[in-house]
């Protein structure tokens, strides 16, 4: 047994916060009857399913991909610095946004960011109201990657040794753990592409000082399938219906 908003989310019906809501809304059956009971316990072989109101309420949902600039956080504000979210205002909208979404300051509620980009970095932020995209990109068994173009410098002179760079791509540890096996190539002499399938805090520059590499500039270029592309710095448009990550 286990708990309706838990086996919701495992079916890939909503979220878990978004699963409360619609059971306290009494939006949710199991085997055809409604229950709104928060905490209630369902069997996996128990079926589960949501009145239109609820796919209705999820399909308004927007996801938004914006290039972040430095100097601005993810999250909420913190330090004196603004977060991402106080770009998406219509004026900042990419003209070359290809989505008929018309812009609502409704969609600026519960829209969260789905993984971190550091205050000092550029590049794809994911900001969503759908909880399937944020349990997609940040859940615990995510399998999405995430590549980043990053110039450095090294600061031992001369060039970066084979060996070294054979570590970046699978055998460092980090927070005493084994990191998880990168892609990492030169782009050119001195930028490198990082493909990642983990985030952890400040995890390049980290891996990067491990092996003598001073990081100078780092921009997240795609996330999954979806590529941060011609979208101009501190500009936003909207997941498109056919994009998926």
Not at 105 to 125: C, N, Y
């Amino acid at each position: 047994m286990l708990r309706l908003s838990k086996r919701m989310s495992e079916l890939g019906l909503c979220s878990r916060r978004e699963a409360d809501e619609w059971i306290a809304k009494g939006w949710v059956r199991v085997d055809g009857k409604v229950v709104s009971e928060l905490g209630t316990k369902v069997h996996p072989s128990q079926r589960v399913t949501v009145e239109r109101q609820a796919a209705a309420e999820q399909s308004k949902r927007v996801t938004i991909l914006i290039n972040k600039p430095v100097g601005f956080v993810s999250g909420q504000a913190e330090d004196g610095y603004k977060p991402a979210v106080a770009l998406i205002k219509p004026e900042n909208r990419w003209e070359e946004d290809r989505s008929t979404e018309r812009f609502h300051p409704t969609q600026l509620r519960s829209l969260v960011p789905a993984g971190r980009l550091d205050i000092d970095s550029v590049g794809l932020l994911v900001l969503t109201q759908d909880g399937r995209v944020a349990k997609k990109l940040i859940g615990e068994n995510t399998d999405v990657d995430k590549e980043y173009l990053v110039r450095v410098q090294y600061l031992k002179g001369g060039k970066l040794p084979e060996a070294d760079l054979r570590k970046l791509n699978h055998g460092l540890w980090m927070d005493g753990k084994p990191l998880l096996p990168a892609k990492v190539v030169w782009q050119n002499d001195d930028q490198l592409s990082f493909t990642l399938r983990e985030g952890k805090k400040r995890q390049i520059r980290r891996m990067c000082e491990m092996v003598g590499l001073k990081v100078i500039g780092l921009k997240r270029v795609r996330i999954g399938k979806v590529r941060l592309g011609n979208l101009p710095e501190g500009k936003w448009r909207y997941l498109l219906p056919d994009e998926h990550f």
